[in-house]
């Protein structure tokens, strides 16, 4: 075969590190962006966090730079206003320098640390020191403890658990049992249960005799609660030979009850979201501005920088290098709120009416829409759109939660699948227990409003919204 040279040209698209920076940190959640930017900041000497306290040393004589920035990153500049270039920032102030003061002018207050509570197994053992039993008995009852689980169940049988002690302490199941009993009548009640039905059973018993309903109710709990899951109240009437309105007492008393008694105790650790986006309603319109507790404030040591015009440093190149990096995210931070907010104002302008009357008035939106709108690509929106959050009047949402797809109307338009779940919730929520909607009846009551939904879409819905099925929403 012989070899010959040819002459191609052909496009070939290729990220340089600034772009790939950009969509990295566009595409991070607030926490995960601060994390980033600790990383960041460990790494590059040339980059530094301020501190509100220090911020206003910093700001030029004349100021130009800052009130550049603050127009873009705090309010964002008006459409036909030049985008800031790299040499319209102040790199000595931080980014974003509005972050510091809240619009209404307060300071940031320090997060409140929650009262150490102590685990269920603290509890119980506190209690059991309290007692009169045996150094024994103690021992025993302590073992059953750690075998519990979050909601205080017994999570082995005592037969696995005297398998499990040492053969020459000699405890038997007879000794389990007791400790089992010293156990369960320990705080709070139910605590030490092997099934949801015992832990029922061991709260009705605990209330006092002359309570309405309970030995009804402690026949159902002991051999009936499937039936009384299930809703199938014609079968308990049968079977406890008791009318509707003795059945509805101990029905309420059992919903009384805590299935799940060392919930309460469960090491549950409260996430707390910082919204991106704040949305105001200012003279009957709606304004959406980046929420300054979420805008990092960054800037470029100075002193560092000064080291950088002596040309016989040593380090030179490398802190160039450095300082360049620095600038690049200080840059890119800047970029990311920004893109943020137009697709913030771009979402509130097309969803007026469901921050005017909630959720029945969203209309039908998808990411093409926004993309097309502000010239961006659909991709972009879609990570600006993910795990960012957005502060309204009617609750903190994720900025995905504004797009869905749509239903077809009679009259040839499109209903947002949000206002039909709102709907469907309205309709359930207004429903007579005793004759609840099915999906067919559900679906033929949009109808009749002009919005096309099938069965199964109903379903899908209801499914979606944690809404039984008609059989178990049927009461007495």
Same mark, same amino acid.
């Given at each position: 075969m012989k070899q010959t040279l040819q002459l191609k040209l052909s !496009? $070939? %698209?290729? %990220?340089?590190? !600034? /772009?790939?920076?950009?969509?990295r940190l566009l595409q991070l959640s607030t926490l995960e962006l601060d994390q980033e930017l600790e990383k960041f900041l460990m790494e590059n000497p040339l980059l530094e966090r301020v501190d509100a306290e220090? #911020? &206003? +040393?910093? +700001?030029?004589?004349?100021g130009a730079g800052r009130e550049e920035y603050v127009a873009s990153a705090g309010e964002a500049p008006a459409d036909d206003a030049p985008s800031g270039d790299a040499a319209d920032i102040d790199w000595f102030t931080d980014a974003p320098s509005a972050?510091?003061?809240? *619009?209404?002018? #307060?300071?940031? #207050?320090?997060? $409140? /640390?929650?009262?150490?509570t102590p685990t269920l197994g603290e509890y119980l053992i506190g209690q059991l020191a309290l007692t009169q039993l045996s150094a024994r008995d103690k021992s025993l009852v302590n073992t059953l403890i750690a075998a519990l689980d979050e909601g205080g169940y017994l999570s082995q049988s005592l037969e696995e658990i005297a398998e499990m002690l040492p053969p020459e302490l000699g405890v038997g199941l007879d000794e389990l049992h007791i400790a089992l009993h010293q156990l369960q009548s320990l705080d709070p009640t139910g605590v030490g249960a092997r099934t949801p039905a015992e832990c029922l059973e061991l709260q009705l018993k605990a209330l006092p005799a002359n309570t309405p309903a309970r030995e009804l109710a402690i026949g159902i709990v002991h051999a009936h609660l499937g039936a009384l899951a299930a809703h199938d109240y014609v079968r308990l009437k049968r079977q406890l030979h008791c009318d509707d309105q003795s059945l509805r007492e101990a029905q309420h008393l059992i919903q009384s009850l805590n299935p799940?008694?060392?919930? *309460? =105790?469960?090491?549950?650790e409260t996430r707390y979201i910082v919204p991106d986006v704040i949305v105001r309603k200012v003279k009957n319109a709606w304004i959406a501005s980046l929420n300054p507790d979420a805008m990092p404030k960054l800037r470029i040591n100075r002193m560092y920088? #000064?080291?950088? @015009?002596?040309? @016989?440093? &040593?380090?030179?190149? @490398?802190?160039?290098? !450095? /300082?360049q990096e620095a600038r690049w995210l200080i840059k890119n931070v800047q970029q990311r709120f920004e893109t943020i907010l137009r697709v913030s104002r771009a979402i509130v302008e097309r969803q007026r009416n469901f921050l005017d009357h909630g959720e029945v008035a969203m209309r039908p939106l998808v990411l093409r829409e926004i993309a097309e709108t502000l010239d961006l690509h659909e991709s972009t929106v879609s990570r600006v759109t993910t795990q960012k959050f957005m502060a309204t009047?009617?609750?903190?949402? *994720? %900025?995905? =939660?504004?797009?869905?797809?749509h239903v077809a109307t009679e009259t040839g338009g499109a209903c947002s699948a949000t206002a039909i779940r709102a709907l469907l919730k309205q309709l359930v929520h207004a429903e007579d227990c005793k004759r609840p909607l099915s999906d067919s009846k559900i679906a033929r009551i949009l109808s *009749? !409003?002009?919005?096309v939904v099938a069965r199964r879409t109903i379903a899908k819905y209801r499914e979606s919204l944690h809404i039984p099925p008609v059989s178990l929403r049927k009461s007495l």
């Open positions: !496009q $070939q %698209l290729t %990220l340089t590190p !600034q /772009l790939q920076q950009s969509i220090s #911020e &206003s +040393v910093s +700001v030029p004589p004349n972050a510091a003061r809240r *619009e209404d002018g #307060e300071e940031s #207050e320090y997060p $409140q /640390l929650a009262a150490c799940h008694p060392g919930a *309460e =105790y469960a090491a549950n920088a #000064e080291i950088l @015009q002596d040309k @016989q440093h &040593s380090c030179g190149g @490398q802190m160039s290098n !450095q /300082l009047p009617r609750g903190i949402f *994720e %900025l995905k =939660y504004f797009f869905g797809s *009749e !409003q002009g919005i």
